[in-house]
């Protein structure tokens, strides 16, 4: 068995004390025999012998006292001795020496004994007072653990951190006697502020508080800012001496004298500095300032964990909120389909009324019976790690079928079970509803419910097919509504829409079983006349189409009279191809429309050339803006009396690089239907205003200049803003632009044409009627159009003075304008018996060959310096 040093140290001591008193006993003998045998006078040698052996026995204990007095007791047996005759004794000498050896160990043994009952004593005196010391230390432990259970709990039952802070103050300085506990928090303006957490036993503390509440501490500053700089406790013994307290005076107003300042920190934040007071001076106690500080740390721990809660628990208040206010339902399933939680927007698509309706509960009730089985094996495969889709049909409480798609992922089970299924589903009953209608919409169409242009290219190759096989004919024709632009502008798309639906139903009575009919855009329809044995089927099945006509459609009261142009080709006579023979319908259509139209036409190849040709110069068009093969001429318009020049009209020309000149009715009328007539008008106005402001800086200052609108740039909603635009960029005064228009235009939607052309009234233009007297127009409406003047047409200036028909009309519209305040301009005055006429009756202005043809700009600026004008004469 091992010794430690410290037992070997204890085992030398004892040695040295039992042989330390035998050693100074030993010394002693034979100090004393020296003394005597030099002559020493010792007055009594056996009493200091006697001494040593008490001294022995007291220091070295028994055994150490026992063996002082043997040797003693040797000693005097020696000393009591006859000389020279040593342990012989005389007289009394050798009683005397029993009786030492008798009373010598018995001393050393009595006292032994009371030293060691006296160790004893005082050894379990000492056991005593190390026992109380523990128990003392003990109970102090656990008052500092209950303290801290007890501020633990009433902490966690804390409401908020003031209400925390003040359960601290308040057990603090409950248990330790200190009367002023107080907190103080970094504020917004980045100083400590003194909070309302606070306590106090006794009053008289009042202004020290007031004080405390007013002041903001900086670091460094003051007891707290101390505290805040460090982030360790500070203890002042006297803060009415401390140099570094701006609240002495009031701590000394309230008897307030030591202060301990304490950090309460989370993590490094530091939350708040605890302080406390009492009235007397005191050195700094580390044992309380520990137990403080533990409080105070402990509360940090506590004010984190309590953060981190409110954090954790507003974070899952906002998913909670997040996850109720998705309008995608969101929900998590178990592994064997039972439903476990559900949001608001799931128990709405599922019309559940109560969440308890259905969590818990297995999912596939909701679904159709077909799905239910491919839901469960979904289930499994995105618990096996896969995330997953599925669409799927589903009843509602209510019996509502709705179609959903569920995005869904593996999520680990809150309370460490298996996995679980987090969904996200919505309902895309509207998608697939989009789907059958989009389908539906690839093949019919969808205001008529007629088969569209793929519909219409598949039965006829089919119907192709079949004829193949047959050797049958098969006729593809193409019709288009007579002036359906007319009805749709002036009676409105509404019922323009009403008219086709009407026109569809009766073509579908008009047709043969077999037979098909479709809508293709606008007001073209196309047919398929299938199983036919000769042309002349195709010729009595075109006539029973056009006679569906002859009967008015009944449309939103209106009574409407339509008719239609077709053209028919024929398989496989025309053409091989599906597509080929649309197009061959197409063209013989456009023949029945020059024809006259409401007749029907039949394709010849002739017709594709025309088409051709159509189509080429239709491609050049959009080009010859680009390419400044469009110019302006202008025509002089003079004053009826004077003769003077004092306007002109621009007039378009297209010069084409291969075919020459082209004339404007042939190509105006494409530009019309194509919608290039948009940019060009633009361009013609533009160019018009901008050469009328160049001849007036040269030296024509009144010139005005007139431009024609076509039906389409008139429609357009922002027609004065663009012509707006044009006479700000080119600075021409629009008191000379001249606007012209015709009848049939303004009549097609007479109220929205009064509209605009009051809004081009009121930027001071001049508005006119061009070719005035070869439309409808009703009177009653062209008093109401702000217009200033009406141009005679030149069919009725032709043939004056001749043809008294013409001459008529042309004073009755001369002086029917004048008692209307309207100005006339004659259009086409050639001769000067027409220009003597017009000059008789009045007529304001004249314009033709008489005086100029159109001529270029730079003829006609040549014009205008000649100073020619009409003759007066």
């Given at each position: 068995m091992a010794i430690t040093g410290q037992e070997l140290c204890?085992?030398?001591?004892?040695?040295?004390?039992?042989?330390?008193?035998?050693?100074?006993?030993?010394?002693?003998?034979?100090?004393?025999?020296?003394?005597?045998?030099?002559?020493?006078?010792?007055?009594?040698?056996?009493?200091?012998?006697?001494?040593?052996?008490?001294?022995?026995?007291?220091?070295?204990?028994?055994?150490?006292?026992?063996?002082?007095?043997?040797?003693?007791?040797?000693?005097?047996?020696?000393?009591?001795?006859?000389?020279?005759?040593?342990?012989?004794?005389?007289?009394?000498?050798?009683?005397?020496?029993?009786?030492?050896?008798?009373?010598?160990?018995?001393?050393?043994?009595?006292?032994?004994?009371?030293?060691?009952?006296?160790?004893?004593?005082?050894?379990?005196?000492?056991?005593?007072?190390?026992?109380?010391?523990?128990?003392?230390?003990?109970?102090?432990?656990?008052?500092?653990?209950?303290?801290l259970q007890a501020m633990t709990v009433a902490v966690g039952e804390a409401h908020d951190l003031y209400s925390a802070l003040e359960v601290v103050l308040r057990k603090v300085c409950e248990s330790t006697g200190w009367l002023v506990g107080q907190a103080w928090m970094p504020g917004e303006t980045g100083r400590l502020e003194c909070v309302p957490a606070w306590y106090g036993n006794t009053a008289g503390f009042e202004r020290f508080r007031k004080t405390s509440l007013e002041m903001k501490c900086m670091h460094g500053t003051g007891l707290p800012g101390r505290v805040w700089a460090s982030k360790k406790p500070v203890w002042v013994n006297d803060v009415t001496c401390d140099g570094n307290f701006p609240r002495a005076s009031a701590a000394m107003e309230a008897g307030l004298r030591a202060g301990l300042g304490i950090p309460v920190l989370a993590g490094d934040e530091m939350i708040a500095v605890l302080e406390f007071f009492v009235r007397a001076p005191r050195d700094e106690d580390e044992h309380l300032t520990g137990i403080v500080s533990s409080i105070a740390a402990q509360l940090g721990s506590m004010i984190e964990h309590k953060r981190a809660q409110e954090a954790l628990r507003r974070s899952e208040n906002q998913l909670r909120a997040i996850v109720d206010a998705e309008p995608e339902c969101v929900k998590i399933v178990a592994a064997d389909g039972t439903l476990l939680q559900m949001n608001a927007a799931g128990l709405a698509m599922i019309e559940a009324s109560r969440p308890e309706q259905v969590i818990g509960k297995p999912i596939f009730g909701l679904l159709l019976p077909e799905y239910r089985e491919p839901f469960r094996d979904f289930i499994d495969n995105v618990l096996r790690g896969n995330k997953g889709k599925m669409e799927f049909e589903m009843i509602g409480f209510k019996g509502t079928h709705r179609w959903m798609e569920s995005h869904s992922v593996a999520m680990p089970s809150d309370r460490g079970g298996p996995p679980v299924m987090l969904s996200i589903t919505r309902d895309i009953t509207e998608l697939k509803n989009s789907e059958r209608r989009l389908k539906q919409l690839a093949h019919f169409d969808s205001l008529t419910d007629l088969p569209n242009r793929v519909q219409f290219i598949e039965r006829l190759e089919q119907t192709m097919a079949d004829a193949d096989r047959n050797e049958r004919l098969v006729g593809v024709a193409f019709l288009d509504l007579d002036r359906f632009k007319y009805i749709n502008d002036s009676l409105g798309h509404g019922k323009g829409d009403l008219l086709l639906r009407e026109v569809a139903i009766r073509l579908n009575g008009a047709i043969r079983r077999g037979d098909t009919v479709a809508r293709l855009s606008g007001d073209e329809f196309a047919l398929v006349l299938a199983d036919m044995g000769h042309v002349d089927d195709a010729v009595r099945v075109a006539q029973k189409i056009l006679d569906v006509f002859r009967q008015p459609f009944l449309v939103a009261g209106h009574e409407l009279f339509v008719t239609a142009s077709m053209g028919i080709t024929l398989y496989p006579f025309d053409d091989r191809g599906a597509q080929d023979l649309l197009r061959n319908a197409d063209v013989a259509m456009y023949r029945a429309k020059e024809s006259g139209k409401n007749n029907?036409?039949?394709?010849?190849?002739?017709?594709?050339?025309?088409?051709?040709?159509?189509?080429?110069?239709?491609?050049?068009?959009?080009?010859?803006?680009?390419?400044?093969?469009?110019?302006?001429?202008?025509?002089?318009?003079?004053?009826?009396?004077?003769?003077?020049?004092?306007?002109?009209?621009?007039?378009?020309?297209?010069?084409?690089?291969?075919?020459?000149?082209?004339?404007?009715?042939?190509?105006?009328?494409?530009?019309?239907?194509?919608?290039?007539?948009?940019?060009?008008?633009?361009?013609?106005?533009?160019?018009?205003?901008?050469?009328?402001?160049?001849?007036?800086?040269?030296?024509?200052?009144?010139?005005?200049?007139?431009?024609?609108?076509?039906?389409?740039?008139?429609?357009?909603?922002?027609?004065?803003?663009?012509?707006?635009?044009?006479?700000?960029?080119?600075?021409?005064?629009?008191?000379?632009?001249?606007?012209?228009?015709?009848?049939?235009?303004?009549?097609?939607?007479?109220?929205?044409?009064?509209?605009?052309?009051?809004?081009?009234?009121?930027?001071?233009?001049?508005?006119?009627?061009?070719?005035?007297?070869?439309?409808?127009?009703?009177?009653?409406?062209?008093?109401?159009?702000?217009?200033?003047?009406?141009?005679?047409d030149q069919s009725f200036v032709r043939g004056i003075p001749g043809d008294a028909d013409d001459a008529a009309i042309a004073g009755t519209i001369i002086t029917m304008a004048h008692s209307l305040g309207l100005k006339v301009v004659a259009e086409g005055v050639e001769t000067r018996e027409q220009l003597n006429f017009m000059r008789e009756h009045d007529c304001d202005a004249m314009q033709g060959y008489f005086l100029s043809k159109p001529l270029p700009a730079d003829q006609f600026e040549s014009f205008l310096k000649s100073g020619a004008r009409l003759a007066t004469g």
């Open positions: 204890s085992a030398k001591l004892n040695v040295w004390r039992n042989l330390s008193g035998p050693l100074l006993a030993a010394s002693a003998v034979v100090f004393v025999e020296i003394l005597l045998r030099v002559g020493f006078k010792i007055p009594n040698p056996p009493a200091i012998l006697l001494l040593i052996v008490a001294f022995s026995a007291f220091y070295g204990g028994m055994v150490s006292g026992m063996v002082s007095a043997a040797m003693a007791w040797l000693y005097f047996a020696y000393f009591f001795s006859i000389p020279g005759q040593p342990f012989h004794y005389a007289g009394e000498n050798f009683t005397r020496v029993m009786m030492w050896a008798v009373t010598t160990p018995a001393m050393a043994l009595m006292i032994g004994f009371l030293k060691r009952r006296a160790m004893h004593v005082s050894s379990l005196t000492t056991t005593n007072t190390i026992l109380k010391a523990q128990m003392t230390e003990r109970k102090r432990a656990e008052d500092e653990v209950r303290l029907f036409q039949f394709y010849v190849a002739e017709m594709t050339a025309k088409a051709t040709e159509r189509l080429s110069l239709e491609n050049d068009l959009r080009s010859a803006l680009d390419r400044g093969e469009l110019s302006l001429h202008y025509q002089p318009i003079a004053d009826g009396k004077s003769g003077r020049v004092v306007g002109m009209e621009a007039l378009l020309r297209w010069k084409h690089p291969v075919r020459g000149m082209i004339s404007p009715a042939q190509f105006i009328p494409l530009a019309e239907e194509t919608g290039f007539i948009i940019p060009i008008g633009e361009w013609v106005l533009r160019t018009a205003c901008l050469q009328c402001r160049a001849w007036q800086k040269q030296g024509f200052p009144s010139l005005s200049v007139a431009v024609n609108l076509s039906s389409r740039q008139f429609h357009q909603k922002d027609l004065p803003a663009s012509i707006y635009n044009i006479l700000q960029e080119t600075g021409l005064n629009p008191l000379y632009l001249d606007l012209e228009i015709t009848e049939g235009l303004v009549m097609q939607q007479a109220e929205s044409s009064i509209n605009t052309l009051r809004e081009l009234k009121a930027m001071d233009m001049r508005i006119s009627i061009d070719d005035f007297g070869t439309g409808y127009s009703s009177l009653s409406y062209l008093k109401r159009f702000p217009i200033d003047v009406l141009k005679i």
